[in-house]
């Protein structure tokens, strides 16, 4: 079955300090990877995604995300972090089974970053 | 949140009542797709539509029904059948070719 991990229910990071927020993924053939992030109360925003290419991937606000494909890996990393960056941040991957194109989310990190 | 609007943003339903979320976009996106959001749990797909006048269940799909009679529409109805429906409930859709998908601000359902 298809999956997606977020080990980290939280990261902590100082203002200014590189951040990285984990995520693993698990599917049969080639993954469609994406990030998003969330601020309270409010729908998700579209951050970077992978699906073919160079492993590294650069997204909207300075973010960018490697993808490993030996590690099933494709963490989110910010060379360094804003106390705006403060968000719950989530890991997708296209399901490719019977839900075509709905996508299948990780259980969200909560990323806090501190002045 | 990218030209789809919900409304209302937040709904306060009587345990035994039906409630309908709404959920409209102008992207002129052929899929569009419902997820419930709890804490701690991520997103979990209830129905999602990839052209219209079709529909088909996500994982938890059970006390909902949904209908896809325009493209720009795709409304969510929590029936009293749904045993635990307070939840955060988040509309998206999507280019059904290898593309993200685009979020609404989100429903904020709150049984009494």
């Known amino acids: 079955a298809q999956s997606v991990a977020q080990p980290e229910d939280q990261v902590n990071v100082a203002e200014g300090n590189p951040l990285t927020v984990k995520c693993t993924y698990s599917v049969s053939g080639n993954p469609y990877l994406f990030w998003y992030v969330q601020y309270p109360n409010r729908g998700l925003q579209f951050l970077l995604k992978?699906?073919?290419?160079?492993?590294l991937v650069k997204g909207s606000y300075g973010f960018e995300a490697e993808f490993n494909k030996s590690q099933t890996s494709f963490h989110l990393k910010k060379p360094s972090a804003l106390v705006s960056d403060s968000a719950l941040y989530f890991c997708?991957?296209?399901?490719?089974?019977?839900?075509?194109?709905?996508?299948?989310f990780g259980k969200g990190t909560t990323l806090s970053v501190s002045s | 949140d990218g030209g789809i609007t919900q409304s209302p943003k937040y709904l306060f339903r009587k345990e035994g009542q039906n409630v309908t979320l709404s959920c409209e976009q102008n992207l002129n996106h052929d899929a569009m797709y419902w997820y419930r959001q709890d804490p701690g749990q991520g997103l979990r797909l209830i129905y999602y539509s990839q052209i219209v006048n079709d529909f088909q269940k996500g994982d938890i799909a059970e006390g909902y029904s949904v209908s896809r009679e325009k493209k720009e529409s795709f409304p969510l109805t929590v029936t009293s059948a749904q045993k635990n429906p307070t939840a955060f409930y988040l509309c998206?859709?999507?280019?059904?070719?290898?593309?993200?998908?685009?979020f609404g601000p989100g429903t904020r359902l709150t049984v009494l």
């Open positions: 992978y699906i073919t290419g160079d492993n």
């Open positions: 997708a991957v296209r399901d490719m089974g019977q839900a075509g194109t709905a996508l299948i």
């Open positions: 998206a859709s999507s280019i059904p070719t290898y593309n993200e998908q685009f």
